[in-house]
């Protein structure tokens, strides 16, 4: 968390993207509703940061907080602090990764999830970030 605001669950990346992954349990109108405002908010942020803020400071103590939350739970990081604000500062793509542990499936019968599902994706892609939903089991 960064101001109390999750920024993502997990955080992958290649040679050429950045993936910012959220998980929810539940494919369902809560579950989606909850994981959109997460995602949006997380960009929304994250470009601010980036773009018209000191990035590299706030990378830094973005990578601080995680390094403590490893420390707290006896594992270790393994990024130093120097590659991850070069990967996270970098030209790489971004891209949101919204993952349902259960109950994600194109007939599903929550209406308002798909919806929820498609303005998310309007509004990433608007960014010019992409996003991947998929079930994780």
């Known amino acids: ?3 109390n605001i999750e ?3 997990a955080i992958f990346y290649d040679h050429e993207n950045i993936y910012f992954m ?18 949006l908010t997380a960009a929304e942020y ?3 940061h980036i773009i018209h803020l000191d990035k590299v400071d ?3 103590k973005y990578y601080l907080k995680i390094n403590e939350m490893y420390r707290k739970k006896g594992k270790e990081l ?17 891209n949101y990764i919204v993952g349902y542990v259960e109950s994600f499936s194109e007939s599903s019968r929550s209406n308002y999830a798909k919806y929820l599902s498609v ?9 010019g970030y992409g996003l991947y939903i998929l079930a994780l089991k």
């Open 1 to 3: 968390l960064e101001n």
């Open 7 to 9: 920024i993502a669950d």
């Open 22 to 39: 959220h998980n929810k349990s539940k494919f369902n109108g809560i579950g989606t509703r909850d994981v959109t405002n997460q995602v």
């Open 46 to 48: 994250f470009q601010h």
């Open 58 to 60: 706030f990378l830094k």
């Open 78 to 94: 393994h990024i130093s602090e120097e590659e991850f604000v070069k990967i996270l500062s970098s030209e790489r793509k971004k």
């Open 119 to 127: 303005e998310l994706r309007k509004k990433i892609h608007a960014k």
